[in-house]
């Protein structure tokens, strides 16, 4: 029963590279489509919204905090480059996942990956909704007050969204419309919010004075900036959106590389330079709530700039939300086709080339949470569940880099190479090294492999035991305690061992598209990185993401593991092998 269990939980995706890039969906994305949906979906709340909630709690170095928090983002897209020119099917993190470790890592990643597009569709609803009344007094607000009512309860809004609803609805009527006029609407108001933040910049240094930096740079010290970190690591989330269209990019294995990086480095860019550029107008500790940015510049003389600065808000926050609603149904799409949620999800729509179904029901959740929740302690779980999919998407890279079959492009037929799986499962390549003539092989082998993923595992939970010790033991760490020196000193040994042990393994040499540099250093540093920051957020924010994911589980145990069409592919390879036999 157990090991009928754990083949079940373990299978993999196995990709034929003859129908690699067949797809019912409508391939028709460039690189600038696909840059501007990750520019688009990263560019909006984080500019307008999180950096001046950020600011007063980390001082000018807000600046480092969004610095890590980007290059955390761009480790992981870099790991997300290599699996999209691997495996360039819709899906992102779950699909590359599927393929690697196995089928219930992929459901855990699909399912968080879910929660960070719902939970993200409706906070930005609210957040647009939120600005474009603050334009005409809170009217809409004070009238939806007026003649509902307030709601009282705890987690619930003070008022009912109506105006969130509606953004929602007219987006979603869009996506379901087709995927390019959907690019066409990312890419008008991508372009437009671009200019605003140029405009924030070139005028905004014009009011800059140094002082502002120069009398107190860090005052919360290296704590705040790490904290602040993990709060603006949710600024990046949405770059993953170019790996979910994988199969609606006319070249994604060259596309999505190219426009993950191109899209990160503009985010990085832009995020810097609005975060320097309101430390340096005004004091951090007394930068205006709600609206900070508009409001500095009205503080400054220029009460002009802010309809400008609005225009550009309301494009970034239409992009951000479109950002989160368009890869929710492709999301939905993926696993219903393999059968681990609810396969009519995964229909589509043969004139727009769309999910229909998935498309309006994730509208719709999106727009009942937005209408009625407060989801602002609900940002961080958002943040778990991506950090959660960034960590295993790098250890996906480096347990590919390790394995003899080159994964993603299987080059026989599925029967063939199911056959060819169960064959390596039983007999041990002639290449085959001991442990202890590591250094000896050409090409990896069953036992390399095996060494590396023993090496990989021990090095994430040497990993994880330095961000604890960082986080706990900051103190005794800057007072020098023994025992604190002695941790450092035996994680840092116990790490430095398992790296130069990846190091002498040889790696699959199988040319792609793109390729993770540095491998195995760059992915372990992507591992740190995330883990960190996960281990920075709150207890209560543990508590919820254990909820959310206990119902996923339940949908997976009584449904997914029966239904999956991997599954029943594999039940179908062994009765034609008893058959013949």
């Known amino acids: ?97 599927y393929v690697t470790i196995g089928e219930l890592c992929a459901f855990v990643i699909g399912w968080n990956l879910i929660l960070e597009y719902i939970i993200g569709a409706a906070s930005v609803a609210r957040g647009w909704s939120s600005y474009f009344d603050s334009l005409f007094d809170d009217k809409i607000k004070n009238f939806t007050i007026t003649n509902i009512g307030e709601m009282h309860a705890a987690g619930i809004a003070k008022y009912p969204d109506l105006l969130a609803v509606l953004i929602i609805a007219v987006l979603t009527i869009v996506m379901v419309y087709g995927i390019r006029k959907t690019s066409w609407l990312m890419s008008l108001v991508t372009c437009i919010n671009i200019f605003v933040i ?30 602040g970190a993990a709060t603006c690591f949710y600024a990046f989330v949405g770059f993953d959106i170019i790996a979910t269209t994988g199969e609606e990019a006319r070249n994604p294995s060259r596309g999505i590389p190219i426009s993950i990086v191109l899209s990160l480095g503009i985010c990085t860019l832009a995020y810097f330079g609005v975060s320097a550029i309101l430390t340096l107008m005004w004091p951090y500790s007394t930068l205006p709530d709600g609206g900070t940015l508009p409001k500095i510049f009205a503080l400054k003389g220029a009460p002009w700039a802010q309809y400008v600065i609005a225009v550009g808000a309301l494009c970034g926050l239409t992009s951000s ?25 995964a229909k589509v729509n043969p004139k727009t080339g769309t999910p229909v179904i998935a498309s309006v029901g994730s509208g719709i959740f999106s727009a009942l949470l937005a209408f009625i929740f407060n989801l602002r302690d609900l940002v961080d779980m958002m943040s778990l569940g991506t950090l959660m999919a960034y960590t295993i998407v790098a250890v996906c890279v480096l347990v590919l880099r390790y394995r003899p079959e080159n994964v993603g492009f299987v080059k026989e037929n599925y029967s063939d190479a ?50 604890a010790l960082v986080i706990c ?16 000193s035996l994680i840092s040994m116990f790490l430095i061992g398992c790296i130069v042990l990846l190091f002498l393994l040889p790696q699959n040499k199988t040319p792609l598209p793109f390729t993770v540099p540095f491998v195995p250093v760059l992915p372990l540093v992507s591992v740190f990185t995330n883990v960190f920051l996960m281990l920075e957020l709150s207890y209560l924010t543990w508590i919820r993401f254990v909820v959310w994911m206990a119902i996923g589980f339940s949908i997976y145990f009584f449904y997914g593991i029966r239904n999956s069409l991997e599954g029943e592919r594999q039940i179908c390879q062994v009765t034609d092998e008893n058959q013949m036999s």
């Not at 405009?199 to 740079?217: I, L, Q, T």
């Not at 025992?483 to 450092?488: D, E, P, S």
């Open 198 to 227: 140029l405009f924030v910049v070139g005028v905004g240094a014009c009011y800059a004075e140094p002082k502002n930096w120069s009398d107190n740079f860090m005052p919360f010290g290296f704590s705040g900036v790490m904290s």
């Open 321 to 345: 939300l479109l950002g989160c609603l368009l890869p929710l149904p492709r999301m939905l799409y993926s696993m219903g086709s393999d059968g681990i949620i609810f396969k009519f999800l």
């Open 418 to 467: 199911i056959a060819r799986r169960q064959t390596d499962d039983q007999e041990t390549p002639e290449e085959d090294s001991p442990l202890l003539e590591v250094r000896k092989a050409k090409r990896p082998s069953k036992t390399t492999a095996f060494t590396a993923q023993v090496a990989i595992v021990s090095s994430c939970i040497g990993l994880a035991a330095l961000s």
């Open 1 to 97: 029963m157990m090991t009928s269990l754990y083949n079940c939980i373990t299978r993999k995706k196995v990709v034929d590279v003859n129908t690699l890039t067949s797809t019912q969906l409508n391939r028709c994305l460039s690189i600038f489509d696909l840059t501007a949906l990750g520019v688009g979906s990263t560019l909006g709340v984080g500019i307008y919204v999180l950096a001046g909630e950020v600011a007063p709690d980390t001082g000018p170095s807000i600046i480092i905090s969004f610095l890590i928090a980007g290059l955390a983002s761009v480790l992981s897209g870099l790991c997300y480059a290599e699996f999209g020119a691997r495996v360039p099917k819709a899906g992102s993190a779950y699909v590359y996942s």
């Open 473 to 488: 033991g900051s103190d005794a760490l800057s007072q020098a305690k023994w025992w604190a020196i002695l941790l450092l």
